[in-house]
């Protein structure tokens, strides 16, 4: 127990409750001298009131509150600015140290998925993604991973917007594997009963595939898995993800099923997503090729029409082609999903969340 609180170090710095899952913050209740069942008290008010102020959580003892504000602090950053799609998609932005993060809402029928980032920026630079053309700054915390959620959720009670967020997906900025350690800790949060309460098979990371993080996942924690496979073959692959030189398609996707067989919320298969690009990637030719490489894989395919971004070459594959490749696929007996592109006039969709200033879009300041 010790030698968890001394990584907090709290003799030096006071400690952001945001950074702490539900294991981490006993700890640190227990070395102030609290009872361990103070956490799920504490997480109670954190997550279910969006209570921030120590001075209101009256069940806990004056003398424990006391010792929480002068050891730590509760805090998540503001929402600096807001755009509003004509599809009811909303884009927010966090400025954190100066820099940019963004969070996507998008509400359907059915459900509400809040897109989140775990990174400022990513280092794999994959060449159909405005994230990845802007480089990398550095990962964000836990903190400022569950802040988004945290914002959104009181935003969105704040505007009687009563449909609640029911999903969750790491497809915002950055790679979620490459930020393994922070990354679980929050989806701890997000599937804690005293957290988020979301339940696994609701909660989606989406990687480009780092095979020794995405092993070790397997081992730490359960949630539905998307591979952005992108590519039928290592040659496709090579050319527009610099990462497939690194970990190819064979080691993905053999650490993709190791990931399935222990899984519990990818029953239904792990999700496949594939990037449709004109003359790339999208002939008739790619997609049987694409069903013999999954054909031992239980998955389901997401075709995701290529989202334009300023400087890019690629086009995306007109919507003839991306049926016809659906179709190959489905006729072999594949589940594929053409994905609906949703905020592309705020630039919200996939692959277009930057940490740059540029749009001239109308901003509301909020
Ligand atoms: N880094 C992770 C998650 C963030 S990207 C990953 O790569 O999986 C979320 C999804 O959007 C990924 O499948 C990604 O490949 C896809 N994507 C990136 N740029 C895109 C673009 N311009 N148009 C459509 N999808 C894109
Ligand atoms: Fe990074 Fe994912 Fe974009 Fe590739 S697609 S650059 S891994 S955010």
Not at 3 to 24: A, P
Not at 117 to 134: D, V, Y
Request: net charge positive.
């Amino acid at each position: 127990m010790k030698k968890n609180i001394n990584i907090f170090n709290i003799s030096t710095s006071k400690i952001n409750l945001l950074d702490l899952n539900r294991q981490d913050l006993r700890c640190f209740l227990v070395s102030l001298g609290a009872k361990s069942f103070c956490a799920e008290q504490i997480m109670y008010w954190i997550y279910h009131d969006y209570c921030n102020d120590f001075k209101k959580m009256y069940n806990i003892s004056i003398k424990i509150r006391n010792q929480l504000y002068e050891k730590s602090y509760i805090f998540a950053a503001k929402f600096i600015e807001e755009r509003v799609s004509c599809d009811g998609t909303i884009k927010w932005i966090t400025l954190i140290n100066n820099q940019k993060i963004e969070t996507v809402y998008i509400p359907e029928k059915k459900r509400s998925t809040l897109c989140i980032s775990s990174q400022i920026g990513c280092p794999l630079q994959c060449h159909f993604c405005a994230t990845g053309k802007e480089g990398f700054q550095r990962n964000l915390k836990v903190s400022e991973i569950i802040a988004q959620i945290w914002q959104a959720n009181k935003i969105l009670k704040e505007k009687n917007i009563t449909k609640n967020i029911t999903n969750i997906v790491f497809m915002g900025m950055g790679e979620p594997l490459l930020n393994l350690k922070n990354v679980v800790s929050a989806l701890k949060i997000i599937l804690d009963e005293y957290g988020f309460g979301l339940s696994k098979r609701r909660v989606t990371l989406s990687t480009s595939g780092i095979v020794p993080a995405l092993d070790k996942l397997n081992t730490m924690i359960d949630v539905s898995l998307a591979i952005s496979l992108h590519a039928p073959n290592n040659y496709i692959r090579n050319m527009i993800m610099p990462i497939n030189r690194k970990y190819n398609i064979d080691s993905v996707l053999n650490s993709a099923f190791k990931y399935f067989k222990s899984s519990n919320a990818n029953r239904g298969g792990v999700t496949i997503e594939y990037v449709m690009l004109d003359g790339i990637n999208d002939s008739n030719k790619n997609a049987q090729e694409l069903a013999f490489l999954l054909r031992k894989i239980p998955s389901k395919i997401n075709l995701i029409p290529w989202n334009s971004f300023f400087g890019s070459s690629f086009l995306c594959s007109d919507i003839n082609r991306i049926n016809i490749f659906a179709n190959i696929l489905r006729k072999k007996g594949f589940t594929a999903m053409i994905r609906k592109n949703r905020g592309q006039d705020i630039h919200a969709a996939c692959g277009q969340l930057t940490s740059g200033m540029k749009s001239s879009l109308k901003k509301k300041f909020i």
